[in-house]
C-alpha cells in the first residue's frame, strides 16, 4: 500500500476522532463531515474501520456516533506509563494542601491548553471549567500564556493567527500586542497570572515545567475563588507554584534555571 496513502487516512481519522469532545461526545455523520469537511462517504468508511476496532461505537437507534472502549483503554495505558504524570501527581497533591487551592497539569495541544491533570481541593465552592481531558484557548488562561511565552516566536505567533484572540471576559487579552507584552513580562517573572480572563471571579497562578534539557513541557498552577487569591495571597501562591514548577523539572532531570526555547 501507498504509504503517503496511509499516512493520509491515519490523518483523517484522527480528525474524525477529535471531533469527539467532552462537551459534545455524540456526533451525527453529518456533524463529523462537517467539521472534518471530508465527503460522508469517506468518513463513513473510517468509522465503519474505527468501530471494528472499537474505537468509536454507534449508537443504532439515532445513528450517533461516539468514542470506543479502545480508545480508552489507549488513553488508560498512555497515562499508567508516563512517569511525567505519576511525577507531577505527587506534587500537585502537594500543592493543593499548601495552598488549599484546585492545581493542574497541562500541556500544549494542537494550539491549545489540554487538561492532563487535575487535583481538586475540596473545600472549593466554585465550579471551575477545567476538567481532564478538555481542552482551552491559551491566550486567556495561565497555564496558556506560560506556554505561548516559552515556545518559539514563530510558533507562538502561529498559535495567535490560526485560534484568534477571542474575548471570554473583559478581561481577556484580545489584542496581540497586549499579550506579547504580556508574554515578554512572563518570561521575566517566571509565572503567568489569569485575572479573571476565562471566567469573571475566577484567578490562576501557572508556572512552567522543564524536562531535562530545559525545555518547557508543561505548566502547572493553582486556581481559585479571587477572594482566595487575594493580591496579599498571591506572593505566597506564585512562591509555591514557582516551586513546585521546579521540584518537577528537578525530578524530570532539569539542572538548569536558564529555559531552552
Known amino acids: 500500500m501507498d504509504r503517503d496513502y496511509t499516512v493520509r487516512v491515519l490523518e483523517r ?7 469527539f469532545t467532552l462537551h459534545e461526545p455524540e456526533k451525527t455523520l453529518k456533524q463529523l463531515s462537517a467539521e472534518t469537511g471530508l465527503h460522508k462517504s469517506t468518513v463513513f468508511r473510517l468509522l465503519e474501520t474505527l468501530e471494528r476496532i472499537q474505537w468509536v461505537r454507534k449508537d443504532p437507534k439515532v445513528g450517533t456516533y461516539r468514542m470506543g472502549f479502545g480508545i480508552f483503554e489507549l488513553g488508560t495505558k498512555a497515562i499508567s506509563g508516563n512517569d511525567f504524570y505519576h511525577v507531577s501527581l505527587f506534587h500537585l497533591e502537594k500543592l493543593v494542601k499548601l495552598t488549599e487551592q484546585s492545581a493542574h497539569l497541562v500541556i500544549h495541544n494542537q494550539g491549545e491548553v489540554l487538561y492532563l491533570n487535575k487535583v481538586e481541593f475540596l473545600g472549593s465552592i466554585i ?7 478538555l481542552r482551552f484557548p491559551m491566550h486567556c488562561t495561565a497555564v496558556g500564556k506560560v506556554l505561548l511565552s516559552f515556545m518559539e516566536e514563530e510558533q507562538a505567533r502561529r498559535v495567535v493567527a490560526t485560534k484568534g484572540l477571542k474575548r471570554m471576559t473583559n478581561n481577556t487579552l484580545c489584542e496581540e500586542m497586549d499579550l506579547l507584552n504580556e508574554m515578554q513580562k512572563i518570561r521575566q517573572e517566571g509565572y503567568a497570572i489569569d485575572n479573571e480572563e476565562i471566567q469573571l471571579g475566577l484567578r490562576c497562578v501557572a508556572a512552567p515545567v522543564k524536562d531535562h534539557s530545559g525545555k518547557v513541557i508543561a505548566a502547572i498552577s493553582v486556581s481559585g475563588l479571587i477572594a482566595n487569591l487575594s493580591e496579599q495571597r498571591l506572593p505566597y501562591i506564585i512562591e509555591q507554584v514557582t516551586n513546585t514548577a521546579g521540584n518537577i523539572s528537578s525530578d524530570l532531570g532539569c539542572r538548569t534555571n536558564s529555559v531552552k526555547i
Open 127 to 133: 465550579t471551575q471549567p477545567s476538567q481532564i481531558g
Open 13 to 19: 481519522a484522527a480528525e474524525i476522532l477529535n471531533c
